[in-house]
């Protein structure tokens, strides 16, 4: 969990499990080009939060709701020290402005720094000379979250106890798409013999 201190108190974020990751990169759609800019070396430190709450800075002129979504998962991801007993508890109202940012700062960097700066395959896909067909889809694009799953590589709970983050689905997915791109390029080359 990330530390950090707003208005003189001391605040920690913790990861959230991989479904309520996506839901929430959901909501930062309007804000994700400036944050996939971040590198693998954001952390929770007072420049870390600074630079992430100015590429945030746009989520305050999102759709309302959308914007009220990310600072409620921000408020629900953290919790507050307690100097009186040393003891964390959860943020029970709405803060200001100001720590509502430094918050959902902190709840991306700890939840999103790792993926934003992972490394994907890089690779054109083999053209398909096949019948085409139009899939079916989950909403929200959730097939991507439970392609894994259908292939065995995790259990489906898995998404929702926290065991796996965003960062784990998206390396299942990336070697699910270099297997199926090799097997692409193996049937094109037997097909030209």
């Not at 707003?6 to 991989?18: D, E, F």
């Not at 009220?68 to 307690?82: I, Q, T």
């Not at 270099?178 to 030209?192: D, F, L, T, V």
Request: negative net charge.
């Amino acid at each position: 969990m990330a530390e950090f201190q707003v208005a003189g108190h001391v605040y920690r974020a913790r990861k959230i499990c991989v479904i309520d990751q996506w839901r929430l990169l959901q909501r930062l759609k309007p804000v994700l080009p400036a944050l996939y800019g971040m590198d693998s070396g954001m952390r929770v430190s007072g420049a870390g939060i600074a630079d992430i709450t100015k590429n945030l800075a746009p989520l305050l002129r999102a759709d309302d709701a959308d914007m009220k979504a990310v600072f409620h998962d921000a408020v629900a991801a953290c919790e507050r020290l307690n100097i009186e007993d040393d003891s964390w508890q959860s943020v029970d109202a709405m803060p200001p402005l100001g720590t509502l940012m430094a918050m959902t700062s902190a709840v991306v960097s700890e939840n999103f720094g790792v993926f934003f700066a992972m490394e994907r395959p890089d690779f054109k896909p083999t053209s398909y000379d096949g019948p085409r067909y139009d899939p079916v889809s989950m909403p929200n694009g959730e097939n991507w979250l439970w392609r894994p799953v259908l292939r065995g590589m995790c259990k489906a709970e898995s998404l929702l106890d926290g065991t796996l983050h965003i960062e784990h689905i998206a390396k299942f997915n990336d070697a699910i798409d270099c297997e199926e791109e090799n097997q692409a390029r193996m049937r094109k080359a037997i097909e030209k013999k």
